[in-house]
Each structure stands twice: as C-alpha cells, then as structure tokens.
C-alpha cells in the first residue's frame, strides 16, 4: 500500500504562486510514474503535470509554462510549483503515484484563485 499526503493549497488572487507538495509512504518501491491531476466541479479530473520514470515530464497545455512538477526522491516528496494563476486553476488538486502499474491517489487539496 502507498499513502499520499497532499499540503499547500489555499486561496489566492490571480497572478500570484502556490506550491503543493505531496508525501509518499508504504510500498513506494517500482514507481513507474507520479503526477499531479485537478477536478473543478461538474468537470471531469484532469492531468496537470506528471513526470514517467526515469524522467520525461509532460504538461497540459493549459498550464505548460507556468507550472513546474519536481520530486526529491530523498524526502519522497512531488511538487508541483504554480506561478501565474489564473481563475480558471481553481480546482481540487491531487497527487497521483503510480507503483508497479496500481493506481494511488492522495485525499486532494483545493486550490482557489479569486480576487
């Protein structure tokens, strides 16, 4: 089993940065892939940022250059780093790690942007 602890959402107004971070623990051997994913309601979740082992990161277009996913493999921590935001970024935000091909999802952090 993995466990998935997400930190840093919050309120903030548009143009400004959040930093999200994400926790691993368990069975965290053979990850094939981590990942950050969003649902802002009545949307279906979507793939934000995700990085496939051993090391290509791919962005969704609509967040590519403002957001920047990163992992300390020491502290078994993903980030994902949103500069920019924009009201339309306000959404649940999830971690997502993927161990030996299973699925693993944290509870999710919200993240609204407003002014």
């Known amino acids: 089993q993995v466990q998935l602890v997400e930190s840093g959402g919050g309120l903030v107004q548009p143009g400004g940065s959040l930093r999200l971070s994400c926790v691993a623990s368990?069975?965290?051997?053979?990850?094939?892939?981590v990942g950050w994913y969003r649902q802002a309601p009545g949307k279906q979740r979507e793939m934000v940022a995700r990085?496939?082992?051993?090391?290509?990161?791919t962005y969704a277009d609509s967040v590519n250059g403002r957001f920047t996913i990163s992992r300390d493999n020491a502290k078994n921590t993903v980030y994902l780093q949103m500069n920019s935001l924009k009201v339309e970024d306000t959404a649940v935000y999830y971690c997502?790690?993927?161990?030996?091909?299973?699925?693993?999802w944290g509870q999710g952090t919200q993240v609204t942007v407003s002014s």
């Open positions: 368990g069975s965290i051997f053979s990850i094939n892939a």
């Open positions: 990085i496939t082992y051993p090391g290509s990161r």
């Open positions: 997502n790690v993927v161990v030996a091909f299973h699925n693993y």
